[in-house]
């Protein structure tokens, strides 16, 4: 799922493409795409857009007299941009291209993949309208120690979902969760409210560190074109998506705990003291033959 660094450059690629010009058509294929049904959507085309901004892992394009289009691209939503003329441009032929927003200087594409549909596209007029995205979740990259000392604590969860709840920090998913905490050498399934104010300073310190850095890595990596190579998983990661790679740490290959459509990746000698965490799956299925430690473990 793109997150806080992927929808940043999206929206830094967007601007000088899209800002202040005109939005011709909106051409929507996936009929569970377009999840309001008033406004129309139609009411979009013919105006100009006038402001880009994001809310958690939400696009807002706002339009003429207060007009928004909330976009939210889930796990497999991606953008893509074509400068062309005229206003047939219809979303592309293979079953990835789910809608097309033509401007006056170009085509935004939005893709799906798989057979899963779930990205979302709300139409809602007035700020009012937008506020109801609004979980509530911090911005770490805005806020002090103080205040993130404080929504973290709000509820008693494990450190991988209180980072990744949009209602206590906003726009941090399964990639940079994993990123975080093993910058700051915390477990992911440490309770929050069992950390120390060291622990709390720690992982403050390599949140921001982390988000501030990738998307200035992103950002170079774009340059002047349009981010195209939108994936959870990348070259230079510490952790995520590395199960059985050695950590750039300490060379201990990476763990992993692995839920529904999801997983952690974690280094078990630099953020558990070597202790190995229970997979639901792999665990129960070893029971007494499951290694309780790295150095136990047969890799």
Known sequence: MPEL????????????????RNLERVYI???????????????????????????????VIGLDDELFLVLHLMIAGRLHWKTSTGVGTRPGGNRAGI???????????????????RASLHVVQG?????????????????????????????NHTLKRALTDPRLVS????????????????????????????????????????????????????????????TAFRDGMAVHGRYRLPCPECGTPVQRIRYADNETNYCARCQTGGRLLADRAVSRLLKADWPRTVDEAEW
């Open 171 to 230: 726009g941090i998913g399964n990639a940079y969760s994993d990123e975080i905490l093993h910058r700051a050498r915390l477990s992911p399934l440490t309770l929050t409210r069992r950390l120390n104010k060291e622990q709390i300073a720690r992982l403050y310190v390599a949140a921001r560190a982390t988000l501030a850095e990738w998307t200035e890595r992103l950002r170079r990596e774009c340059g002047e074109g349009f981010p195209e190579r939108v």
């Open 5 to 20: 660094p992927d929808i940043v450059v999206y929206l830094d690629s967007l601007r000088p493409r899209i800002i202040d």
């Open 29 to 59: 294929r996936s009929p569970f795409l377009l999840r309001t049904v008033t406004p129309p959507v139609t009411s979009a085309e013919g105006r100009a857009v006038r402001s880009l901004r994001r809310l958690g892992k939400r696009i």
């Open 127 to 155: 700020e009012a309208g937008i506020r109801r995205f609004d979980l509530g979740g911090i911005e770490v990259l805005d806020v002090g120690l103080d205040d993130f000392r404080v929504a973290l604590l709000r509820e």
């Open 99 to 117: 809608a097309a927003f033509h401007f006056t200087s170009g085509t935004l594409t939005l893709t799906e993949a798989g057979r899963k549909h």
